[in-house]
């Protein structure tokens, strides 16, 4: 039974059971230390123990992103990308609220809130990071806390995924133009990119110690979902890169010494140039994927390819044109 007491102006309530150290604290009114009480031993009666939450009372939740960005992010591969996102995150007015208090409702609130300003993705990936921190700190870091509350927020719908393929002449009008440019290594990364179905991050990483032009084999040692591949390379991607490897000046290490920055400006001035609209360099990996499709692969050999492991994100990338497919049907 718990004790509730007045104690230098104040009402303190305790919590004893046998075998653990006892929990006091306390409160204005006597309600609240009466409540908090109940609650405890209600706790008590479902696991049998005291839960200790003096450590998820006093920290709150910008200090626990803090202490994730430092010690979780940085083993990320999205390493740079995350921090960024926790760096805004830590401003916003809920890092103010404790974890131990820190609600359901809070989160929906501060879901809403953000829905006005960012898209729905953004929003779905800052809950997704609090409620990892919110695990860590739960199995690692030695606070307790009953449940996750992110866990019980309802995640924005994400709208459906892009379909933006190139129409006809839209190629050659992007090739035409990267001839007009001065970023030489445009051209052969777009063609590299539609032959390929690279990432833009595979394409920028990608070393010539890890080129085979006799074999027509680009290796890959670190994809995005973590696993190397081996990328098949067409006669025009091996022609590319011969011209390429040909090239006195080459860079030393890598194929494209280029940063994604530089790659996403000089891709929307070269976009403006050709006159083309709503399109981006990710939508030539949807274009280089669904191409596959049409030359008759079937998925397992697409997605040794594209390095898709579930056949739904791989339909995300995957559109093909009914007219494409006429001639197969007969």
């Known amino acids: 039974m718990a004790t509730i007491r007045k104690l230098r102006g104040r009402w303190q309530a305790m919590v004893r059971r046998r075998g653990v150290p006892p929990r006091a604290k306390s409160f204005d009114k ?8 109940r609650e405890l031993e209600a706790e008590v009666d479902r696991s049998g123990w005291i839960a200790d939450t003096r450590l998820a009372e006093r920290v709150s939740l910008g200090e626990l992103l803090a202490r994730y960005s430092r010690e979780i992010t940085p083993t990320k591969r999205s390493a740079a990308t995350e921090q960024h996102r926790l760096n805004g995150m830590i401003r916003r007015d809920i890092c103010h609220r404790t974890i131990a208090k820190l609600t359901s409702s809070d989160l929906a609130r501060y879901r809403d809130e953000r829905l006005v300003q ?3 993705a953004t929003v779905v990936r800052e809950l997704n990071t609090i409620s990892h921190a919110l695990d860590i700190a739960q199995r690692e870091w030695g606070y307790w806390l009953p449940r996750n509350p992110a866990k019980q927020v309802r995640r924005p719908n994400l709208p459906n995924g892009r379909k933006r ?40 990483g990608l070393q010539w110690q890890h080129v085979d ?32 490897a040909a090239n006195p000046s080459r860079h030393r290490e890598r194929v494209f010494p280029m940063t994604g920055n530089a790659v996403r400006l000089a891709f929307e001035h070269l976009r403006d140039r050709a006159r083309i609209k709503d399109l981006r360099f990710h939508d030539l990996r949807h274009e280089a994927i669904s191409r596959l499709f049409e ?12 390095g898709h492991k579930e056949l739904r994100m ?16 007969g």
């Not at 006597?30 to 009480?37: G, K, V």
């Not at 001065?182 to 063609?191: A, G, N």
């Not at 339909?315 to 007219?323: C, F, G, K, M, S």
């Open 295 to 306: 030359k008759g692969l079937n998925i397992a050999e697409v997605s040794a390819i594209s």
């Open 118 to 120: 960012v898209s729905p």
């Open 314 to 329: 791989l339909a995300r990338y995957t559109h093909l044109r009914a007219v494409d497919l006429v001639q197969r049907l």
């Open 165 to 204: 393929r190139l129409e006809a002449g839209e190629e050659q009008l992007l090739l035409d133009a990267c001839d007009r440019g001065r970023t030489s290594l445009l051209r052969p990364l777009i063609i590299l990119a539609l032959q390929t179905g690279m990432r833009r991050g595979e394409l920028l």
């Open 30 to 37: 006597r309600s609240d230390a009466e409540r908090w009480a």
């Open 213 to 244: 032009l006799q074999r027509r084999v680009a290796h890959i040692p670190l994809t995005k979902n973590g696993d190397p591949r081996d990328i098949p390379l067409s006669q025009l991607a091996t022609t590319t890169l011969q011209t390429l």
